[in-house]
Nanobody
Framework: QVQLVESGGGLVQAGGSLRLSCAAS????????MGWYRQAPGKQRELVARITTDGNTNYADSVKGRFTISRDNAKKTVYLQMRSLKLEDTAVYYC??????????????WGQGTQVTVSS
């Protein structure tokens, strides 16, 4: 069974930093793109950042220059370094991974979510 396990969320003051981690485990043939999304109360889930296996990245305009996504392919882990956090970054952050679970079966998985709360 495949799992994405997130860690690193919490409470931080505005201007502070947090680092999120997400590790994929289970029967995985290959990991493709990985990414982070977030959902604030009353809002739709939105893309924060994604990274390909080759390290190509894309970011939401709202986080460019403040957040950095990276990955360790050997550990099947994706990270999100968040700096200069703002009140509006408060949300549940979800990890997403595009996985080949067998040589012919490809599907997307979501983590359970981790809460990030930025206080003034």
């Amino acid at each position: 069974q495949v799992q994405l396990v997130e860690s690193g969320g919490g409470l931080v003051q505005a201007g502070g930093s947090l680092r999120l981690s997400c590790a994929a485990s289970g029967s995985i043939f290959k990991v493709n793109d990985m990414g982070w999304y977030r959902q604030a109360p009353g809002k739709q889930r939105e893309l924060v950042a994604r990274i390909t296996t080759d390290g190509n990245t894309n970011y939401a305009d709202s986080v460019k220059g403040r957040f950095t996504i990276s990955r360790d392919n050997a550990k099947k882990t994706v990270y999100l370094q968040m700096r200069s956090l703002k009140l509006e970054d408060t949300a549940v952050y979800y990890c997403n991974a595009d996985l080949w679970v067998t040589i012919v079966t490809r599907t997307g998985y979501w983590g359970q979510g981790t809460q990030v709360t930025v206080s003034s």
